[in-house]
């Protein structure tokens, strides 16, 4: 955690209300997101239990499982997720743009992508679960001699599945979001990260942080800077305790486990005697069973809702547009695959997938910490106080130019700050020219003083023997340097797979992989 | 192992302390793993050494853990373990075999011994027993390639000077004589991986066995074997797993609890955690005890809730997590941060620049760096959200306004 | 450096590949094993260190030049030679008129590793590739005739030897017919698995030369989906490559010619247990002195003890502070102040006769760049120019007489992973040809006590010995013989 966020989780803490993390949205909203809120069998894998999911929040589709063990009732399961998922998923494929490559040819790209919202980290993994759970399965038309053929559907939307939590890994990717991290990112709360995974306590310090308004928390106005004894500093933790603890008569939750995992209680008290009548073949207990499951999913289908609409509410940063252009070439190559008729995604990357898959992150990461800084004056701060970047105001400008056949100009800009940067003199220095927004570099050309730095300009003048109009600041401009590229590149240059080095183990075995060894009793 | 026998003394004392109409809570291996799992902090130590059922305790301070098995996973857990052990056992061989690469001869045979008795102390009897048997049979030159699994098997080992006794899934013994124990656990094995934190908590479980079974004499193993289902089936599969570290942890942990002398005595005479007492006397006489709370605790001990609630009113910066410490130095609260922050602590003036600088009252003073960095990052947040036309942050006190109470008197230590 | 200086004698021609003491990672009894002081002189203790040495190092080339394995990876622990082995077998590999490619990790390394080849051989052609940044490498390469410098791999082709970055050389496009015969791959245990891959393409058969004690490559991004892979690209070079050739040839170099005998047991114990090294120099053949006597002080007290022992530890009052701890930062520039004001002289097997110690030759380590940054302030107020102060990341490979830590753990409230890294505490207590002073604040064996472990256990990933908890204690306990408390 950096200092500033720190500061904030304090400040949060004594006033007893989330407290911003950023001024601007970080993370590309889809006008109409998919939200998926799964429910899975304690104590199994990838044995889903039930699920809300739908792009309106009036109307989610319940989809339950009413005897998890029985593989026929989960296949109807997965069916009918991919029913619902499916069109969803597949929406975008058709409306494309032509692009020019940096190759020359032109390339094809979809003109938005689908997205999916989860309510927590813990729903992202069970996405990646379920995907892997689905993609290596075999319908009745692919192969008719498997003894449990899966619906037909059921292996694409596992493909999907898979490329979504793929893509989730992928440093400011939109493409499969949960609410925790969605809102983790732009707010701080009273309380640990531990407990912001909690999606209940997570809100209950956010609408604490609007409890201005008298009797909206209790009725407990703030008394001052004086904290958390029972003043108004309490509130955030005190709603959250109450998400986290408070029981109902029979001692269930009243805000339930925002999944995948359920509630040990909900478990033993409600589900299991209902799914016995089940077995039983009671009457009316494949209803019973929904009933109870809607109770549980309802509360945090409502809360990812109500986190999309507070982070809705930010406006969103300048380069967050751009970031999602790659989240549309990533739907777009998957498409791209599927259509191709490429066999699902293998179990584990090979040497080189790996390595390229690592090289982009890395790159993104980069560029994310780099843009969201350059889109948002609260983070920067945060990379000014690091020693990573300094504002400050122009106190003299020098003309200076390179030595060569043919001079360019080098002016020397010399700034008061009162950052303290991590400078010496050559450290390489950027910032974003007022105007078109592209980058300017130079290097740290001398300290001359406390608090000064002088800065020797060395592009976005233009090609011509004097600078382009506008392209230095003068004396009184304020001006913010990075010490970070803003467009990183980079990355090595990979062999391909084929080509994979002795060192490495040598090009990986061909073929697709096999399914899943079927017994009688498997799970999925 | 080096357990100092320990004065009758102390175990008069930590029944007092428990009330003496309660027997010990036996300690399991859980338990003793998760010592290990916040070391620093004296108040576990104490409740769970003198054998204080931490759960009813909490219930008892009105802060319930809220820890529980769903009976879906204790079902599936048990099918899973039975069908492990099924076959007499000699596929739960093949996969120690396979997973340690063993290339001795194929097995003639796997010994089953049957170890039911009545009472823990019964059941170990019968486990010593096994275990020599088995080590007969390694010794004999025509004993053949026979292995032997003690399913369930009873260890005893010393904690704190009483004998603690332990039930391992299963104990396989090779015909070299060599333990491995053997964990059968419900997570799965997915493509070759497991989770991380999973296999961390039975690994450190396992080292409390290893450790049991060496007090046993005999030759054990460095690692682990755990079964697990494979991949989404319940088809048992396995894999090694390097306990030596864990087994050095969990070592110097056991070692530290005949410590519990000098935490019992510093608590004052007539104090009691006997959970029948009302619940502001447990709730005083808990408070004794110093604790180490961070939110790590809430996933491990029952007593979490309760000691979160004391660290919060008490504004303790470890409420937010054990990182945060890292960059504030000696500054311990939440006043003592913001005081720091707004520039109403000792040192805030040291940093030049600030414009709303209201200097230092003790200028001379080593400058604390961290009361620097504090102010430029409360000067550099206001500056920041004052650009994107967010008011300035709630607490910040207004220029002039008295600093909050607790900043005066320094706050932190 | 020496270890190749002593020419073998008759009786120690091929040796055994394998380290002879068969005591190879995993196959000890334990942390709690690890060898005692007595065995930390490692194989061979009786004979000349200078003779094992130079039977390694036969050994090594031996393997290179045999071909019969496509990789041969050395171990080299501190000081051990490891450069001087990088420069004769480059020069033994080029005489065989193979084309051989060298890869290091920094520019710097490439600099430095060219401005050794082209003083060892002036007539051997060597090529050193570089960026197309600004400043691509150092311009004293410009004064040697034999070295040609290129941002071009095609303009440097011909040449017996190509030496350049593993980033620069994973841009080089493979021709058609394999142009490099052979590689050698410099601190292959600081490159990244993903870093190999990239330029394995380049070379047929390779040397792989590092020290397995120093830091460990890292992403700033989750790699956990790859861990237990072989192929994991965050892992390192050598790990990657052995874990898909168990069979190739390792060796390791058995002395370390920087450490002195007061060093290199204690460094040898804490971080390399299972593969244990001597010093090249005995008890008393490295001397530290100082002209003008100390001032009753702490500071000088420790400074008496560093000189006397090689070790100091400069023992601050316990507190929790921030990581520019400004009393720390204080001691430190004093003792640093004090060693060069105090006319410090230094003997040993090169110069008998006592010297100077030089403003140069002291390095001061850290293990954050702020407190390296608080620290050049605090000597720059006291008027001391010239000494070296960096991070443990950017000393790793570098020498000095005598070395000033600021404990990684000093005044810390907890212990972190980075804190507790073994390759940080490893480096900053091994640069030192002298001595090595210590300054900590009191309590970091408690805080090593109420360190949480709760590590996660990740199926596949071979555990790494020493672990950083234990290193800690095993540093801090023979520390503790040499502590000089400061009020």
């Not at chain 1, 990717?173 to 983790?184: C, G, H, K, V, Y």
């Not at chain 2, 300690?27 to 009813?56: I, M």
């Not at chain 2, 003639?108 to 486990?127: H, I």
Request: net charge negative.
């Amino acid at each position: 955690m950096t200092l500033l966020a720190t500061l904030a989780r304090v400040e949060a803490a004594a006033s007893g209300r989330a407290q911003p993390l950023a001024t601007v949205r970080h993370r590309h909203l889809a006008e109409h997101p998919m939200v998926f809120v799964p429910l899975t069998t304690a104590g199994e894998a990838g044995a889903p239990l039930g699920a809300l999911v739908g792009t309106d929040p009036a109307a989610p589709t319940l989809l339950t499982v009413p005897q998890p063990r029985d593989r026929d009732l989960r296949f109807r399961f997965l069916a009918e997720l991919a029913d619902v998922l499916l069109p969803h998923l597949e929406s975008a494929q058709d409306a494309v743009e032509t692009v020019p490559r940096r190759s020359g040819e032109a390339a094809e790209r979809c003109v938005d992508a689908p997205q999916l919202v989860v309510p927590n980290a813990g729903g992202v993994a069970f996405v990646r679960l379920l995907g892997r759970s689905m993609r290596f399965r075999r319908t009745a038309e692919e192969d008719p001699d498997a003894p449990h053929p899966a619906p037909a559907r059921v292996p694409l939307l596992g493909r999907w599945l898979t490329h979504y939590g793929e893509r989730a890994r992928v440093p400011g990717s939109a493409l499969l979001l949960s609410a925790t991290e969605l809102l983790t990112r732009h707010w701080a709360t009273g309380q640990s990260p531990l407990e912001d995974q909690h999606l209940g306590a997570l809100l209950a310090w956010l609408r604490a942080a609007e409890a201005d308004v008298p009797g909206r928390d209790g009725g407990d106005g703030r008394d001052g800077g004086d904290g958390r004894d029972g003043g108004g500093g309490a509130a955030g933790a005190r709603a959250a305790l109450r998400a986290e603890t408070e029981r109902d008569a029979e001692g269930l939750l009243r805000t339930p486990p925002a999944g995948p995992a359920t509630d040990p209680a909900f478990d033993n008290q409600r589900l299991a005697p209902a799914v016995a009548r089940y077995d039983a073949g009671v009457f009316g207990a494949e209803a019973e069973i929904r009933t109870l499951l809607a109770t549980q999913l309802r509360p945090t289908w409502d809360a990812v809702w109500e986190a999309l609409e507070r982070v809705r509410a930010l406006p969103p940063g300048e380069r967050v547009a751009a970031r999602w252009e790659g989240d549309r070439w990533s739907y777009t190559a998957h498409r791209d695959r599927l259509r191709a008729g490429e066999p699902p995604q293998p179990r584990r990357d090979d040497a080189v997938t790996a390595a390229r898959k690592l090289a982009a992150r890395e790159r993104d990461q980069a560029r994310l910490s780099a843009q969201e800084a350059l889109d948002d004056p609260l983070v920067l701060a945060g990379r000014r106080l690091a020693g990573e970047a300094f504002a400050g105001e122009v106190t003299a400008v020098e003309e200076a130019y390179s030595t060569g056949r043919r001079p360019m100009p080098r002016p020397l800009v010399t700034v008061r700050t009162g950052d303290e940067p991590q400078l010496a003199v050559g450290t390489k220095v950027y910032r974003v020219l007022p105007g078109d927004g592209r980058t300017q570099g130079g290097e740290c050309a001398a300290l001359p003083g406390p608090g000064l730095v002088t800065v020797r300009l060395t592009g976005g003048m233009g090609r011509g023997a004097q600078p382009a109009a506008g392209s230095v600041p003068v004396a009184g401009d304020t001006v913010c340097w990075t010490l970070f590229e803003h467009q990183p590149r980079g990355g090595p240059d990979l062999p391909d797979p084929e080509d994979t080095p002795w060192t490495h183990g040598g090009p990986p075995a061909g073929g697709p992989e096999e399914p899943d060894r079927a017994t009688g009793e498997d799970l999925l | 192992m080096n357990h100092r026998t320990p004065a009758a003394g102390l175990r008069r004392r930590l029944a007092e302390l428990r009330g003496p109409a309660h027997p010990p809570r036996p300690l399991d291996a859980r338990a003793l793993a998760a010592l290990a799992a916040n070391p620093g902090c004296r108040r576990r130590a104490l409740l769970d050494g003198a054998g204080v059922d931490k759960a009813a305790l909490a219930r008892a301070l009105g802060a319930p853990a809220p820890f529980g098995q769903s009976q879906f996973a204790f079902a599936r857990g048990h099918a899973f373990e039975a069908r492990v052990h099924a076959d007499g056992c000699a596929a739960l061989v093949g996969l120690l075999r396979a997973a340690t690469g063993d290339t001795g001869p194929e097995p003639t045979g796997v010994e089953v011994p049957d170890l039911t008795a009545d009472g823990p102390a019964g059941r170990a009897a019968r486990t010593r027993l096994a275990l020599a048997e088995a080590d007969d049979r390694a010794a004999r030159p025509d004993g053949g390639a026979v292995w032997t699994v003690l399913v369930h098997p009873m260890l005893a080992l010393p904690v704190a000077g009483s004998p603690v006794h332990l039930e391992p899934d299963a104990v396989a013994v090779a015909p070299d004589g060599t333990r491995t124990v053997v964990e059968v656990k419900s997570f799965p094995i997915l493509d070759g991986t497991a989770d991380p934190a999973k296999v961390g908590g039975a690994a450190r479980q396992a080292a409390v066995y290893a450790l049991a079974l060496e007090e046993s004499g005999g030759p054990v193993a460095d690692a682990l074997l755990l079964v697990c289902p494979k991949d989404f089936s319940n088809l048992p599969t396995a894999a090694a797993v390097d306990l030596r570290r864990q087994r050095a942890a969990v070592r110097r942990q056991l070692a530290r609890l005949t410590g519990l002398a000098d935490i019992a005595a510093a608590v004052p005479e007539g104090v009691t955690f006997d959970v029948e007492r009302p619940g502001a006397e447990l709730a005083a006489a808990v408070a004794d005890v110093p604790a180490a709370y961070a939110p790590e605790c809430l996933a491990t001990c029952e007593l979490a809730f309760h000691c979160r609630e004391r660290a919060r009113s008490g504004g303790e910066v470890t409420v937010l997590g054990r990182a945060v410490r890292g960059e504030l130095g000696a500054l311990r609260t939440v006043d003592a941060v913001l005081a720091a922050a707004h520039g109403t602590a000792p040192g805030a003036g040291a940093e030049g620049g600030g414009p709303e600088d209201t200097g230092a009252e003790d200028a001379g003073a080593v400058p604390d760096p961290a009361v620097a960095a504090l102010r430029r990052a409360a000067r550099l947040r206001a500056e920041a959200l004052a650009q994107a036309g967010h008011a300035a942050p709630a607490p910040t006190p207004a220029p002039g306004a008295p600093p909050p109470r607790a900043a005066r008197d320094g706050g932190g230590r | 450096m020496t270890a190749t200086d002593h020419r073998p004698g008759p009786d120690h021609a091929a040796r055994a590949t394998q380290p002879a003491d068969g005591t190879g990672p995993g196959t000890g009894t334990g942390p709690g094993a690890a060898a005692g002081p007595g065995a930390a002189a490692g194989p061979g203790a009786a004979a000349d260190p200078g003779a094992a040495a130079a039977a390694a190092t036969d050994a090594i080339l031996a393997d290179t030049l045999s071909h019969t394995a496509r990789g041969v990876v050395v171990d080299s622990p501190p000081g051990a030679g490891k450069s001087t082995l990088v420069v004769r077998a480059a020069r033994e590999i080029a005489a065989t008129g193979r084309p051989l490619m060298i890869v290091a990790q920094t520019n710097a390394q490439v600099d430095d590793l060219v401005e050794r080849l082209a003083t060892a051989e002036p007539e051997l052609g060597v090529g050193r590739l570089h960026s197309s940044d600004a400043h691509p490498y150092d311009p004293a390469l410009d004064r040697h005739a034999q070295v040609r410098t290129s941002a071009k791999a095609a303009d440097l082709a011909g040449l017996p030897v190509v030496v350049s970055t593993a980033a620069k050389w994973a841009h080089v496009r493979p021709p058609d017919d394999v142009p490099w015969q052979h590689a050698i791959v410099d601190e292959a245990y600081q490159m990244r698995s993903d870093a190999l891959l990239a330029v394995a393409r380049l070379f047929q058969r390779a040397l792989f030369v590092g020290d397995p004690g120093q830091l460990d490559p890292f992403s700033q991004v989750g790699t956990d989906q790859w861990a237990g892979l072989s192929h994991d690209p965050s892992a390192s070079a050598v790990t990657a490559l052995l874990a898909h050739h168990p069979d190739l040839p390792q060796h390791r170099l058995p002395v370390s010619w920087r450490l002195p005998a007061s060093a290199a047991p204690l460094v040898s114990r804490a971080f390399y247990p299972y593969t244990p090294f001597r010093s090249g120099t005995g008890p008393g053949e490295r001397r530290l002195a100082f002209g003008a006597g100390a001032d009753g002080s702490a500071v000088d007290g420790v400074l008496d003890e560093a000189a006397r022992s090689g070790w100091g530890l400069l023992e601050l009052p316990a507190a929790h502070t921030p990581r520019t701890d400004p009393q720390a930062v204080a001691a430190v520039a004093r003792v640093v102040g004090r060693l060069l004001a105090r006319e410090a002289v230094t003997a040993d097997e090169r110069t008998p006769r006592p010297v100077p110690l030089t403003a140069d030759r002291v390095a001061v380590g850290t293990a954050h760049r702020d407190q390296a940054a608080a620290v050049r302030a605090a000597l720059t107020a006291l008027g001391v120019t010239g000494v070296t102060v960096d991070t443990a990341n950017r000393l790793q490979g570098r020498e000095y007489d005598v070395t000033v830590v600021l404990h990684p753990l000093s005044g810390r409230p907890d212990a972190t992973a980075f804190h507790l890294e073994t390759g940080r505490l490893c480096v900053l207590t091994s640069r030192h040809r002298h001595a090595c002073v210590v300054v900590c604040r009191a309590g970091v064996p408690e805080l090593l006590d109420d360190h949480p472990s709760a590590e996660p256990v990740t199926l596949g990933v071979p555990v790494r010995f020493p672990d950083g908890w234990a290193a800690q204690q095993t540093v801090l306990a023979e520390l503790g013989a040499h502590r000089v408390t400061q009020a």
